[in-house]
């Protein structure tokens, strides 16, 4: 896959800011935007640089509408592990974003099928995604959709691979490790809103954030590897308009 561009940074924070600027810029030429936003570990340097540009080059996000990539099942937007709180945290409370215009789904909702299918109907209702920004799982994931023999094209409720769900949640896999419990289908947090193959593929631009050693093997095969299911970031090879913004680290040889 050739890119529209390639972006290599020396570090997390460099591939955080350089993000951070293609957003901000982005933001400055259409100030009603449709984002896509991430979570996760890698996005933060993202969103520290989006406030310090917001309060800098006074980037009015009044008009911005934000939807996330994804949201557990049954956490309230107050539970520390929710994506509500995380984007409180390191976006929402920095820059002027109008309540209103952030949407996740609504990990409380009484029935998730539901749920899932209003926040697909909500985000065509915004006249579909502008630019989104997308993280990538050690796994291929993007939001939520795991390796598998099928994807979903629009939001849904998806269950998260064993591995991703270690990853994310290093201290419960430990609890249930030290208590023999090999079962981890009925632990908290197996599931999660996200959006689908479909909704993140009919962006109109992409921005595929990805740093550090773990992802150089996944960066790699999802540009230059086989366009297949079991690897859900190597979909993006089918979408002409993917911006790649790494780090050294996440590089290794995804430029050539
Ligand atoms: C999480 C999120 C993804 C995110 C990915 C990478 O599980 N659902 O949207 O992109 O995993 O996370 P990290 O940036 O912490 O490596």
């Known amino acids: 896959m050739k890119p529209a ?34 979570t996760g570990t890698t996005p933060v340097p993202m969103y520290r640089q989006l406030a310090v540009l917001h309060a800098e080059r006074r980037t009015d996000w009044s008009r911005v509408t934000t939807f996330n990539l994804d949201e557990y099942v049954g ?15 390191q976006l929402f409370s920095r820059v002027n974003l109008p309540p209103e215009r952030r949407h996740l789904p609504d990990g409380l909702a009484p029935e998730p099928a539901a749920e899932a299918r ?3 109907a909500a985000i065509d209702d915004a006249g579909g995604i502008d630019l989104a920004v997308l993280g990538v799982g050690v796994n291929g994931h993007l939001g939520f959709n795991e390796p598998g023999v099928e994807l979903s094209g629009p939001a849904h ?17 430990a609890a249930a490790a030290r208590m023999g419990d090999t079962d981890l289908a009925a632990r908290p947090h197996r599931r999660a809103y ?30 230059h590897g086989p ?28 430029a050539g």
């Open 75 to 89: 956490v309230g937007p107050d539970h520390p592990e929710s994506y509500t709180h995380y984007m409180a945290t």
């Open 118 to 120: 209003r926040y697909e």
């Open 194 to 223: 996200t959006m689908g193959i479909g909704t993140i593929l009919q962006a109109r631009r992409i921005i595929l954030l990805a740093t550090g050693d773990a992802k150089r093997e996944i960066v790699r095969r999802a540009l």
């Open 5 to 38: 561009h390639l972006y290599v940074e020396a570090d997390h924070d460099g591939a955080g800011r350089m993000a951070a600027r293609l957003v901000d810029e982005a933001i400055h030429i259409k100030p009603e935007i449709v984002l896509a936003l991430p």
């Open 227 to 254: 366009v297949t299911t079991q690897n859900p970031a190597s979909l993006l090879q089918l979408h002409t308009q993917v911006i790649v913004v790494l780090d050294r680290a996440a590089a290794g040889g995804a």
């Open 157 to 173: 409720v998806a269950t998260l691979a064993q591995e991703t769900w270690r990853r994310n949640f290093p201290n419960l896999a």
